[in-house]
């Protein structure tokens, strides 16, 4: 026969080791819970970094480009009245404008770049070498070798 005091014993072991357990799984869930916490902090934070890139897009798209997108679709009486504008003609009155914000020569890719940062995209095999072509064949812009393009008239 057991004894009661075994019996009251074992109970108290049985408890310990429960309450023992518990003890454990609820530490082994407040690092689950902090994993957790930590994961879903990094992600708002990356959602409303993507948040503020968006939205400064949406500001850039809002302004009005610099100069006419050559390549934007024209309806047809404005065609008709600027069917003698060409591309390049495009390519240079924007490159004017962005060598005199630059003061100081640029080189054709940096250009290019300008050009689209200011919704300005040339769709040509080689845009570069297109603003090359332009700019080559206009007195009003020359070329400083390994410096880029200027203004002809920067110089005065």
């Not at 057991?2 to 309450?19: I, N, T």
């Not at 006419?68 to 390519?91: F, G």
């Not at 070798?145 to 005065?156: I, M, V």
Request: contains cysteine.
């Amino acid at each position: 026969m057991v004894d009661v005091g075994e019996q009251f014993a074992m109970l108290l072991l049985s408890l310990e080791k429960r309450v023992l357990q518990k003890e454990d799984e609820l530490a082994q869930f407040r690092v689950r819970a902090d994993q957790y916490c930590r994961d879903q902090e990094a992600e708002i934070s990356k959602a409303k970094a993507q948040v503020e890139i968006i939205r400064a897009q949406m500001l850039e798209v809002k302004k009005e480009p610099l100069v006419d997108n050559p390549l934007a679709p024209v309806k047809e009486e404005k065609a008709q009245l600027t069917s003698t504008v060409t591309q390049s003609d495009r390519i240079r009155d924007a490159a004017k404008v962005l060598l005199r914000e630059a003061g100081e020569p640029v080189m054709q890719l940096e250009l290019k770049k300008r050009m689209e940062a200011k919704g300005i995209y040339i769709h040509a095999r080689n845009p570069v070498d297109l603003i090359r072509s332009a700019l080559r064949r206009n007195p009003e812009f020359k070329h400083i070798h390994a410096q880029g393009w200027t203004l002809t008239d920067a110089d005065a």
